[in-house]
T-cell receptor, first 112, second 112 residues
Framework: NAGVTQTPKFQVLKTGQSMTLQCAQD?????MYWYRQDPGMGLRLIYY???????DKGEVPNGYNVSRLNKREFSLRLESAAPSQTSVYFC???????????FGPGTRLTVT | GNSVTQMEGPVTLSEEAFLTINCTYT??????LFWYVQYPGEGLQLLLKATKADDKGSNKGFEATYRKETTSFHLEKGSVQVSDSAVYFCALSGGSNYKLTFGKGTLLTVNP
């Protein structure tokens, strides 16, 4: 039981490049979330998915897109990376009826 | 909207000292409250939680009591260890979408 896994762990992009951050969970959770963590800002919600086939915007969705590929996988795409998107990105999942979220180890992204 | 305010760090203590990290919140309705911990280079882990007023969450020697009258959920530990060095996040979850709202985090360093 791996929990929530994320790939890659580290990534450096140039401004304007695109990439997709991958997230998978093996806990059969319905809900999945993407957060970004910036110094002094805590974690801010980018997008979430309450169930397979549905996605909704969070607090800071601009510049991102998401895909809930199936129940296990929830990917985050940066179409044209900007230096302001330099951050640590965390994926999380939650089981139905419980408020607790389980987090992955994070992806550290630098955009130059 | 919901918000969480927690004590700014960094906090530096000697081993066996008493720890308090203050957390207050603003929310409509009756949120659930959480403390998450992030060890260096890792994702967030749930430390403890409380789902209703006057509940006390506890884990690994840490405690926090849900105080509705003061809208607070302060984290305490009687005797900290070097291994407690981490970033601590206060968070709340409320409403039908189960989203978490995080405080900005408090860095704790415990010296031997």
């Amino acid at each position: 039981n791996a929990g929530v896994t994320q790939t890659p762990k580290f990534q450096v992009l140039k401004t304007g490049q695109s990439m997709t951050l991958q997230c998978a969970q093996d806990m059969n959770h319905n809900s999945m979330y993407w957060y970004r963590q910036d110094p002094g800002m805590g974690l801010r919600l980018i997008y979430y998915s309450a169930s397979e086939g549905t996605t909704d915007k969070g607090e800071v969705p601009n510049g991102y897109n998401v895909s809930r590929l199936n129940k296990r996988e929830f990917s985050l795409r940066l179409e044209s990376a900007a230096p302001s998107q330099t951050s640590v990105y965390f994926c999380a999942s939650r089981t139905e009826g419980d408020y607790e979220q389980y987090f992955g180890p994070g992806t550290r992204l630098t955009v130059t | 909207g919901n918000s969480v305010t927690q004590m700014e760090g960094p906090v530096t203590l000697s081993e066996e000292a008493f720890l308090t990290i203050n957390c207050t919140y603003t929310a409509t309705g009756y949120p659930s409250l959480f403390w998450y911990v992030q060890y260096p280079g890792e994702g967030l882990q749930l430390l403890l939680k409380a789902t209703k007023a006057d509940d006390k969450g506890s884990n690994k020697g840490f405690e926090a009591t849900y105080r509705k009258e003061t809208t607070s959920f302060h984290l305490e530990k009687g005797s900290v260890q070097v291994s407690d060095s981490a970033v601590y996040f206060c968070a709340l979850s409320g409403g039908s979408n189960y989203k978490l709202t995080f405080g900005k985090g408090t860095l704790l360093t415990v010296n031997p």
